[in-house]
């Protein structure tokens, strides 16, 4: 079985954190990765407090192993929710879209280990300085808000530049991903994109049939006129927004306006041509859908076989070098 630094920081069987996925990620498909033995992460986006709450909640019911909550740091609900994870005491934070510093010191302080994804080793070295327990490396290959490095390329970097485990995302699917991760000297995986087609999560079908469906040149980034580029699959929507993001005739409050509430016409009525159906680079290596803990078992399963085969086995962890 491969154990890293990071199951014993928080407690979990599996270094496999399933990704945060607004309109996605809620307590049931986070419970079930948990009860797998990965770290299952309920997704805030932009869902109000009551909501947020409400999943935690459920969540507690639904698994007695650690999950955590991802904040969105975009969301007008941020400071609201961040007092709620405080006052449950989840077990783990991870945040996206921003700078979570003046927050981090409530989470400390009530106990949880907060693990920014970052897209630069800036943005790690911060975290860091901040009392991060961790950090998530995140690629450009991945679904949903991304940065510019690719997650080859991003991932020893950050290894380097801080001292606190790295979490490795973007373009991981399977047990190769997992592998080509843990060699670059990450200690654990974030998988997004694979987890969309779990039977535990709630997406509208035609969600998980396109992910299925998808080749490796499918996906789309949008949103860089803006500064928040995001990856999602080619759909009459991307391709829309992609073209009035290019045209010098659109206002900002326009395209903003166009992309309004398209992730959720994907996700939860399966709109495929209005919808936003955000997915990373390595769609086209998902085939079919299984449990979360099929998924799980499987991605360990198949490092495993990887490291037994090309190195008798022997997996060395950056931070137990002599």
Known sequence: MIKTPICDLLGIRYPVFQGGMAWVSDAVLAAAVSNAGGLGIIAAGNSPVQFVAEQIKKAKQLTDKPFGVNIMLMSPHTGNISEVVAREKVAVVTTGAGNPAKYMKLWIDAGIKVIPVVASTGLA?????????????????????????????????????????????????????????????????????????????????????????????????????????????????????????????????????????????????????????????????????????EIVEDLMRETEMIFTKTIGGFICFKNELP
């Open 125 to 293: 070295k911060m975290a860091q300085r901040n009392g991060a327990a961790a950090v998530i490396a995140e690629g450009c290959e991945s679904g949903g808000h991304v940065g510019e490095i690719s997650t080859m390329a991003l991932v020893p970097q950050v290894c380097d530049a801080v001292d606190i485990p790295v979490i490795a995302a973007g373009g991981i699917g399977d047990g190769r991903g997992v592998a080509a991760a843990l060699m670059l000297g990450a200690v654990g995986v974030q998988v997004g994109t694979r987890f969309l087609v779990a039977r535990e999560c709630g997406i509208h079908q035609n969600y998980k049939d396109k992910i299925i469906a998808a080749k490796d040149i499918d996906t789309l980034t949008t949103g860089k006129r803006r500064g928040h580029p995001v990856r999602s699959l080619k759909t009459p929507f991307s391709r829309a927004f992609w073209a009035k993001e290019y045209d010098a005739g659109v206002s900002h409050d326009d395209l903003e306006a166009f992309g309004t509430g398209a992730l959720k016409l994907a996700a939860v009525e399966g709109d495929l041509i209005n919808g936003c159906f955000l997915a990373g680079q390595i769609s086209g290596l998902v085939k079919k859908e299984q449990s979360a803990g």
